[in-house]
């Protein structure tokens, strides 16, 4: 019953009419938004005559009976520390303009993809593939239009971060394996599914090292049949990104065939034009942490290498300012409790409000963004967008809740509704209004969220962070389990300051030795980097 009320407040509602009061204030957009949101889930309750008990469960101070002491810090850092206008964060930042030059390297791959090369673009971490990705989507949509680009990732959180659905979803294969046939006769039992197998003129996949060869062939194979073309990929445009020295794929049965990563599927050469490894480092500026993080990501740690390391485990400090990454979430979770119990503040509780298709709702829950998010004062919290990149507030920016500020409306009257306020480590202190997070499918928004922008941060887990930067990350390397998963954790941060370490095992870092025969073929056959030329795609 709790998620029908995706409110928060530090003092119990007292009747129903104060809470209809709430929805009819004047507020600013994020707020209405979320407000309009909430009003269906609201009415549902009522109708349900589950209305009062509902609010009282919203409202818990889960770990604590200081009732008041959050309300009056709360107030105290209203009156006296928060300038509204200057410190009210801008809309989140969705246009994919960055904020430096593009390499020539880049501009490369852009203009193939302008010409309708279909592109494999790989990278170690922190040369730019996410960013890249980014912008070659705004390309693909100019040139198809936006309705016929698909954008997916293999993960529900990659799949958020670019706007976009779960490759799984996209395909309407659901998550048993099967054979090609199994899955073809699936797809086109669905109508919806085969129309946008059909719509689709340009296909994005991200995150490929998660992807199977078994379901990348096969998807090449639904894709030629529903769209009844014998050209590979039935003629679309795709475009692939990922360093498949990162997670592998999950493979819960090993296939009598013995392939694993989709780069061993039989159509992956013919799937593109071009396929390209970015060279350039970006992430980390320092040449000695770059070779030691090239080095653990090809399993080829020297001892030079290994002393850096070694090193890092001699820093190991319990600084409030470190990210903990964990292999398993149970570790995860039990950390931000214990340390937000430890606080033993009075805690409000964001409880997310959801719409949009019902089956779409559900890859709500598979991305980073929580069901429910609940924060007191002194807890230390992850950005999971970006809000501003000029001032720092961008996905993976960590900081401290150092108060709660309640909404106002138009007259200046404040409200029960409390929204945190952050004080982030390389940025401003600004207050965090809850945000849109969109589930599309194509160009439509098939499903959303509305939630605070945050996650717990005193730890997360290694899956969690594909993708992101941070300042200060420790890891414990003996719990490390699977290929690239040593790799993945360490690669996150920007500089050795920030990397800490226990448990050090060298032979916790290990590269799949497939990978590494890949890698090799790879560099030595493709193009080199200036001088690309278009292929002519294999037909099938
Ligand atoms: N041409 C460029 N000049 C300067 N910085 C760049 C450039 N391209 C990318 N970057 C920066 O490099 C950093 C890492 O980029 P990004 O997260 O896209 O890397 P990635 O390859 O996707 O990493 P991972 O594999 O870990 O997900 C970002 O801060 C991004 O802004």
């Not at 480092?281 to 942490?289: A, E, K």
């Not at 190991?316 to 033993?344: A, C, F, H, T």
């Not at 150092?402 to 009257?413: I, M, Q, S």
């Not at 993945?488 to 050795?496: G, I, M």
Request: with cysteine; hydrophobic share 40%.
């Amino acid at each position: 019953m709790l998620s029908l009320l995706p409110f928060c407040f530090l003092e119990p509602l007292r009747s129903e009419s104060k809470l209809l009061l709430y929805q009819k204030q004047t507020c600013d957009n994020a707020q209405r938004l979320y407000f309009s949101a909430c009003k269906e889930k609201l009415e549902c309750a009522r109708s349900m005559k589950f209305f009062s008990s509902a609010i009282i469960a919203v409202y818990r101070r889960s770990f604590s009976t200081q009732s008041s002491r959050t309300t009056k810090y709360a107030q105290s850092v209203y009156q006296n520390r928060i300038k509204k206008e200057t410190n009210r964060i801008p809309k989140a930042n969705k246009t994919h303009q960055p904020l430096f030059e593009w390499t020539q390297e880049q501009k490369n791959i852009f203009s193939h993809v302008h010409r309708g090369a279909s592109v494999f673009i790989t990278g170690s971490a922190g040369t730019g593939k996410t960013v890249l990705l980014k912008h070659i989507i705004d390309i693909l949509k100019d040139v198809h239009g936006k309705s016929k680009v698909f954008v997916t990732a293999s993960t529900g959180i990659a799949a958020c971060a670019l706007q976009g659905q779960t490759l799984h979803s996209f395909a309407s294969i659901g998550i048993q394996n099967a054979d090609s046939g199994t899955l073809l006769d699936k797809v086109k039992m669905n109508k919806h599914a085969c129309k946008r197998w059909k719509k689709a003129t340009a296909l994005v996949i991200d995150e490929i090292s998660m992807i199977s060869a078994d379901l990348f062939e096969s998807l090449e194979y639904i894709a030629r049949d529903i769209r009844g073309s014998e050209v590979v990929w039935g003629g679309m445009q795709l475009i692939v990104c990922g360093d498949f020295f990162q997670l592998p794929p999950v493979i819960k049965q090993q296939k009598l065939s013995g392939k694993e990563f989709a780069f061993e599927a039989d159509c992956w050469n013919a799937s593109f034009d071009l396929q390209v490894e970015l060279s350039q480092v970006f992430r980390q500026s320092d040449p000695r942490l770059i070779k030691m993080l090239q080095g653990i990501r090809k399993g080829e740690t020297d001892a030079e290498d290994l002393q850096l390391l070694e090193e890092s485990c001699s820093m190991n400090k319990q600084d409030s300012l470190v990210v903990w990454l964990y292999p398993r979430i149970n570790d995860v979770e039990k950390v931000n409790e214990e340390r937000m119990k430890s606080l033993g503040g009075s805690t409000v509780t964001y409880a997310a409000a959801d719409s949009g298709l019902e089956h779409r709702k559900k890859q709500l829950n598979q991305g980073i963004v929580p069901d429910q998010l609940v924060l007191c004062v002194g807890a230390r919290v992850m950005l999971i967008m970006n809000l501003n990149i000029e001032r720092n507030l961008c996905n993976g920016a960590t900081g401290t809740v150092t108060g709660f500020v309640p909404v106002e409306d138009k007259n200046a009257r404040k409200s029960d509704i409390l929204f945190p306020l952050v004080k982030f480590d390389r940025g401003p202190e600004i207050l965090i209004e809850p945000q849109k997070f969109e589930i599309f499918e194509g160009d439509i928004v098939v499903a959303w969220r509305y939630q605070i922008p945050l996650i717990l941060a005193w730890a997360i887990s290694i899956h969690k962070c594909q993708g992101m930067t941070l300042d200060h990350a420790q890891t414990d390397l003996s719990r490390a389990f699977g290929y690239g998963m040593v790799y993945v954790a360490l690669s996150r941060v920007r500089s050795l300051e920030g990397l800490h370490l226990s448990g050090f095992t060298p032979s916790k870092i290990k590269a799949h030795p497939k990978v590494l025969l890949f890698y090799k073929s790879f560099t030595s056959s493709n193009l080199s980097h200036t001088e690309f030329s278009l292929l002519h795609r294999v037909r099938k």
